[in-house]
Each structure stands twice: as structure tokens, then as C-alpha cells.
């Protein structure tokens, strides 16, 4: 198994360009997630999927829209990408909670994105 | 707005000595789980703790659960440089069937030989 794949890797983008970081995982997951990391500020969630067919935001949803495409596939979308877009992305998925369980979840490799 | 501050944010130590890293909160979480990320590569879990009180040890790591649900430590004993590498806590909520969770800041820790 793969786990959860991304690409691309790295990316740089002129200011208002567009972009979409696209996200797969072969664990038959529920939920996927979407975070962005900046040094100093750990990870934060942009938009996740709770399951096929769902999405909703996160905590820094601005500038970003996602689509879930089926259950394996995830994929986040910069329409006008802006410098404050630079950071690295990652993509992850789990199985949905169920009863008081918490599950782990599984990250991807993360994409480097520069915005110039 | 949940947050998770841990401290410190970065710890140089030798190999041998025993560090703890404390991650805290004013808000309560349903489980708080931490993970270790290494240079170029997405963070893995490394616990999951659900319980106020719950302490759990993996090897030389042991992680615990405040009584309050608000705040959690890792206390290393023993580093080797193996264990160099970003510490991140994350504090767990159910919300809309999805697992969301928000993570601290991070701990930088570089065990030097």
C-alpha cells in the first residue's frame, strides 16, 4: 500500500496564478483532511471531508476551495495564489470516529508550495 | 477558537539526559494525540491518549493526560539522537463525524551524541 500520496512535491507560483494539489490514499478511508504548516504555527486545518460527498471548513479555509472527488481522492484548489499561500501542505485521511474511538491519521509527504 | 500551546519550542539537550515537553489548553479535548515528524516528511502518530489521567509509555516515552482533558505532557528518559525530531500534540474533537484535530505549535528536539 501507498498510504497517502501527493502531488506535486514542489511548486512555485507567480502571485494570482492557479493551482490544485491533489491528494489519493488506498486505505479505504471515510475522512480526508487538508492542513497547511508555517514554521512556529504547527499544523492547521483547511478543509476536511468527513466522508464522500461532504466537505466543510477548517480553520484557514480563505483563498482555498477542495473537492472530493471519491472516496480515495481529495484534491485542493488555489484560485489566485497570494504570498501568504507559502507554506507546506498536507493532505491526510482516517477512519471515521466512531463511539469515543479516535483514529490516527495518516499524512502524505506534503507539497512545498512558494508563492512569488 | 480551540488552541494548544507547548513549550518549549525548541530543545538541544545531550544524549542521556531526560526532557519533558508540556502541551496545554483552556479548552477540553476528547483525546489528545501526539506525533513526530521527521525533515521532509508528514508527521506520524506516535499516541493516543482519551482518558483524564491516562498515562501510556511507549519505550522511553511517556506520555500523560491531564485529569482535566486540557493539557498533556511527553517526558523522554534516556534521549538517544534517534529520537531528534518535531514533536507536535494535537488535541482531538468530533465534530460533523469528522476526527478535527488542532495542533500546538511543535517541539524542535535535537539529542546531541
Known amino acids: 500500500n501507498a498510504g497517502v500520496t501527493q502531488t506535486p512535491k514542489f511548486q512555485v507560483l507567480k502571485t494570482g496564478q492557479s493551482m490544485t494539489l491533489q491528494c489519493a490514499q488506498d486505505?479505504?478511508?471515510?475522512?480526508m483532511y487538508w492542513y497547511r504548516q508555517d514554521p512556529g504555527m504547527g499544523l492547521r486545518l483547511i478543509y476536511y471531508s468527513a466522508s464522500e460527498g461532504t466537505t466543510d471548513k477548517g480553520e484557514v479555509p480563505n483563498g482555498y476551495n477542495v473537492s472530493r472527488l471519491n472516496k480515495r481522492e481529495f484534491s485542493l484548489r488555489l484560485e489566485s495564489a497570494a504570498p501568504s499561500q507559502t507554506s507546506v501542505y498536507f493532505c491526510?485521511?482516517?477512519?471515521?470516529?466512531?463511539?469515543?474511538?479516535?483514529?490516527?491519521?495518516?499524512f502524505g509527504p506534503g507539497t512545498r508550495l512558494t508563492v512569488t | 477558537t480551540q488552541l494548544l500551546e507547548q513549550s518549549p519550542q525548541f530543545l538541544s539537550i545531550q544524549e542521556g539526559e531526560n526532557l519533558t515537553v508540556y502541551c496545554n489548553s483552556s479548552?477540553?479535548?476528547?483525546?489528545l494525540q501526539w506525533y513526530r515528524q521527521e525533515p521532509g516528511e508528514g508527521p506520524v502518530l506516535l499516541v493516543t491518549?482519551?482518558?483524564?489521567?491516562e498515562v501510556k509509555k511507549l519505550k522511553r516515552l511517556t506520555f500523560q493526560f491531564g485529569d482535566a482533558r486540557k493539557d498533556s505532557s511527553l517526558h523522554i528518559t534516556a534521549a538517544q539522537p534517534g529520537d531528534t525530531g518535531l514533536y507536535l500534540c494535537?488535541?482531538?474533537?468530533?465534530?460533523?463525524?469528522?476526527?478535527?484535530?488542532?495542533f500546538g505549535q511543535g517541539t524542535r528536539l535535537t539529542i546531541n551524541p
Open positions: 486505505m479505504n478511508h471515510n475522512s
Open positions: 494535537a488535541g482531538g474533537s468530533i465534530i460533523q463525524g469528522a476526527q478535527k484535530l488542532v
Open positions: 491518549v482519551v482518558t483524564g489521567g
Open positions: 479548552s477540553v479535548f476528547s483525546s
Open positions: 491526510a485521511s482516517s477512519e471515521a470516529p466512531g463511539g469515543t474511538g479516535f483514529y490516527e491519521q495518516y
